[in-house]
Every structure is written in C-alpha cells, then in structure tokens.
C-alpha cells in the first residue's frame, strides 16, 4: 500500500510563506503525476496545483497562480508545495495526491489513487 505524508503546515501570518512536503512511500514514485488539493472548512475540495511525473508539466489553480509552485525531486520521494504571500483566503487542509498511470497533469480528484492524511494551512490576517 502506498503511503503519502504531507508535513509543512503550521500558523503563519499574511504575507508570509510556507513549504509543504509530501513524501511517498512508492518504489516507482518518479512515474506518478502528483497533485496538490486543499478544504477549508464547510467547503468542497479543490484542485490546488499538479505536476507531471517528469516534471516537465504544470498547472495552476487560477486562485494560485503565480503564488505557488509546484515541484518535485524524484530521487527523495518527495514533491513540494512553495506559498508565498499567504492569504487568509489560503487557510486550508492541503493534501498531497498521487496517480500511478503518470498520465498527463491531471486535475480532478477521482483520477488520483493515493492520498496523505492531510495538513492544515492557516494564515491570520
């Protein structure tokens, strides 16, 4: 069974920046599309970021666009998450998702196999 763990949340003010972290416990990791999703309370979950399996593709929720980024090193297992300038609006649970077919940059929830347990964003104004 594979497992993703997410680390890197904590309680930061507006403006400031944070880096998540997702480490999975995959042998063929380097092959996974991997995602970023985000709920806040009394909300749906929404797509964040995803990156392909070679890094050679991303994409970007309009709501970060150009805030956050999205990256990968395959040789840790791990895949990232870069917020700068922090927003209330960016309090969240973030999870990290991984999609084992590697196929493209995929943005829906139902095309990801694997999920972390989640890890909670809060920024105060």
């Known amino acids: 069974q594979v497992q993703l763990v997410e680390s890197g949340g904590g309680l930061v003010q507006a403006g400031d920046s944070l880096r998540l972290s997702c480490v999975a416990s995959?042998?063929?990791?380097?092959?996974?599309?991997m995602g970023w999703f985000r709920q806040a309370p009394g909300k749906e979950r929404e797509f964040v970021a995803c990156i392909s399996w070679s890094s050679g593709y991303t994409y970007y929720a309009d709501s970060v666009k150009g805030q956050f980024t999205i990256s990968r090193d395959n040789a840790k297992n791990t895949a990232y998450l870069q917020m700068n300038s922090l927003k209330p609006e960016d309090t969240a649970v973030y999870y990290c998702?991984?999609?084992?077919?590697?196929?493209?940059?995929?943005?829906?929830?139902?095309?990801?196999?694997?999920w972390g347990q989640g890890t909670q964003v809060t920024v105060s104004s």
């Open positions: 998702a991984g999609d084992p077919r590697g196929v493209g940059i995929p943005q829906e929830p139902s095309l990801y196999d694997y």
């Open positions: 995959a042998r063929t990791f380097s092959l996974y599309a």
